[in-house]
């Protein structure tokens, strides 16, 4: 039965979010924006901030007012007024700048991906749980109210039987970009294919074969990557991701009974349409392409675990960042990217 109305997105009460104290280890790119969600459109405070460099601390801490710049992350970690970490270093120092923090005794909110690989993943989960300290994947898109509303149309059955995913991300990027830099685990898959891969797990569960083919990019690390994924349900996920080019971005989930057409940037804030297989129905998802602005629900996701004493989330539990991660180490096998660290462990 095709719904009269969109479900609502689920929203914390505000008297469950307590205001952390924040820390931010690796002021780059995102840290900016998510300095900007945190300090604008949240109650959560800014304390501290982390660099390898002292200079580049203190001119993102004046930024943004943030009382106190360290010159690396143990200097943040050794600090008792930071109740809260979040990680927007490079791939490859997820893992490691993780589970520092997990050892130190603080909670921790690391950008995706999660860490190179499942095995990573793995043990930042068992670090969480023996430090009982929470430990999330920063996958902004799930926590925000598009992706909550997509969900609920999932578990309410509105698309009835899901056949198809069909999802694309490609980026332009000049060269000098840290992408296409091998050691810092550049390459197309940990950066967007994140995405479609998150998303081919939500829609469709963990995936029960791969098949894969990619293309080198200049600088050794993967350019592009084409995949489709059969799930348990019968569903098959195609997906596309490429670091040469712009693509549009979008996503299709196929139903029997319904379709969902996301507009893209299929994971970012922005428009979706839901249309009965019969086209006689259809329901508009619209809201501001408002980008980084809605990193606030990750921030106030994180706030809100911490105060319910939880050391995993129930949005993206770790063991749907474990899924993901050992999906895109399926892909990756297929065709035949395997990171410096994991040449040398
Ligand atoms: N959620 C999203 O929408 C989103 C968007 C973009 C990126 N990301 C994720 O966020 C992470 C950071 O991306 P970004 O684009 O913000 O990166 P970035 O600006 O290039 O780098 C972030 C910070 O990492 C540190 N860093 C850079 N190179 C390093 C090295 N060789 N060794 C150790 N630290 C180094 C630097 O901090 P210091 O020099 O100050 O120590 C830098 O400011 C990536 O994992 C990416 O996937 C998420």
Request: proline fraction near 5%; glycine fraction near 8%.
């Amino acid at each position: 039965m095709f719904p009269t109305t969109l479900p609502v997105p689920h929203r914390h009460p505000a008297h469950q979010i307590p205001a952390l104290r924040w820390g931010i280890v690796g002021p780059g790119w995102i840290a900016d924006h998510f300095a900007n969600a945190l300090r604008h459109h949240t109650q959560q405070q800014l304390v501290a901030v982390s660099s390898r460099s002292l200079d580049k601390a203190q001119a993102f801490a004046t930024k943004w007012e943030i009382p106190h710049a360290v010159e690396g992350i143990d200097a943040l970690l050794s600090r008792n007024d930071v109740d809260v970490v979040y990680i927007a270093t490079p791939h490859n120092h997820h893992f490691s700048d993780g589970l520092r923090t997990l050892q130190a005794g603080k909670h921790v909110l690391i950008e995706k991906p999660l860490a190179l690989n499942a095995q990573q993943a793995l043990q930042l989960q068992q670090a969480a749980h023996q430090q009982q300290r929470l430990c999330v994947e920063a996958m902004w898109c799930d926590f925000a109210p598009k992706y909550d509303v997509i969900r609920q149309l999932l578990a309410d059955g509105t698309l009835g039987d899901v056949h198809t995913l069909l999802a694309d991300h490609g980026e332009y990027f000049t060269e000098d970009h840290r992408i296409f830099n091998a050691d810092l685990a550049g390459g197309t898959m940990l950066d967007l294919g994140s995405y479609l891969l998150g998303l081919s797990v939500l829609v469709g569960g963990a995936p029960a074969s791969i098949t894969a083919v990619g293309q080198p990019a200049p600088g050794g690390v993967n350019g592009q990557a084409s995949m489709l994924l059969t799930h348990a349900n019968g569903m098959h996920s195609v997906l596309n991701t490429t670091l040469f080019s712009n693509t549009p971005g979008t996503a299709v989930i196929a139903g029997r009974d319904a379709t969902l057409y996301l507009d893209g940037q299929f994971y970012a804030p922005g428009n979706f349409r839901l249309t009965s297989s019969d086209g006689r129905h259809t329901l508009r998802w619209e809201e501001p392409a408002n980008r980084y602005i809605q990193l606030s629900h990750e921030i106030e996701h994180t706030a809100w675990c911490i105060h319910q004493g939880l050391t995993d989330s129930p949005v993206r539990p770790l063991a749907t960042s474990l899924a993901t991660l050992s999906a895109m180490d399926a892909v990756r096998q297929q065709i035949g990217v395997v990171f410096n660290e994991e040449r040398t462990a």
